[in-house]
């Protein structure tokens, strides 16, 4: 299986300190989506730099190829919604913790 990443930014950059009620529930429907991804087996690892200014995330997941790893990023909630923007990239975990990316 091959691992991808897709990197995400909010589309408005005070969503962070400020964000709206859609807001806020569409990025718990993207939490939900990436633990049922990671319950799926599919996720490797997701999380988000910790600055409000400048923030980014990143998900690090497999798939067979690139039009499944594409519909992954765009079936995420958050992407689909317009509330963050993805870029997608194939991706090879290099070193990790042990059990991280079996």
């Known amino acids: 299986m091959t691992q991808w990443v897709y990197r995400i930014v909010p589309t408005r950059p005070e969503m962070v300190a400020a964000a709206t009620d859609e807001e806020t529930a569409i990025v718990a ?3 939900g989506y990436l633990v049922a991804l990671k319950e799926a087996g599919i996720l490797i690892l997701a999380g988000r730099t910790q600055v409000e200014e400048g923030t980014w995330g990143i998900t690090i997941f497999e798939a067979p190829d690139e039009t499944s790893a594409r519909a992954v990023m765009e079936t995420d909630p958050a992407v689909a919604a317009g509330v963050m923007s993805a870029t997608l990239y194939p991706y090879a975990v ?7 990316a079996d």
């Open 29 to 31: 429907e993207h939490f």
């Open 94 to 100: 290099a070193v990790a913790r042990d059990g991280l």
